[in-house]
């Protein structure tokens, strides 16, 4: 069984900083591309950045700048570096990925969320 978990999760003020971080464990033969997602009150989930597993990243257009993902592969981690945090920013965020297991299929994955509340 294959788990995401997240944390570094936390309330800020506007300006600060935060790091997320997502680690799988489980039975993973290997890790493709993984992900940062949020979602805030009564709004979808979208996209915050995405990375290879080549670490490429992409960065949703709200967050480019000021986010940065990383991952580590031996760690089984993606981090999602956050400054110039706003209150916009403010939702549960969830971390993704794509994991092979024993089978030749990556099959999608999510952790159960963080929340960052960025408030004065």
């Known amino acids: 069984q294959v788990q995401l978990v997240e944390s570094g999760g936390a309330l800020v003020e506007p300006g600060g900083s935060l790091r997320l971080s997502c680690a799988a464990s489980?039975?993973?033969?290997?890790?493709?591309?993984m992900g940062w997602y949020r979602q805030a009150p009564e709004k979808q989930r979208e996209l915050v950045a995405t990375i290879t597993s080549g670490g490429s990243p992409n960065y949703a257009d709200s967050v480019k700048g000021r986010f940065t993902i990383s991952r580590d592969a031996a760690k089984k981690t993606v981090y999602l570096q956050m400054n110039s945090l706003k209150l916009e920013d403010t939702a549960v965020y969830y971390c993704?990925?794509?994991?092979?297991?024993?089978?030749?299929?990556?099959?999608?994955?999510w952790g159960q969320g963080t929340q960052v509340t960025v408030s004065t």
């Open positions: 489980g039975s993973i033969f290997s890790i493709g591309g």
């Open positions: 993704h990925a794509f994991i092979r297991q024993t089978s030749e299929t990556y099959l999608s994955y």
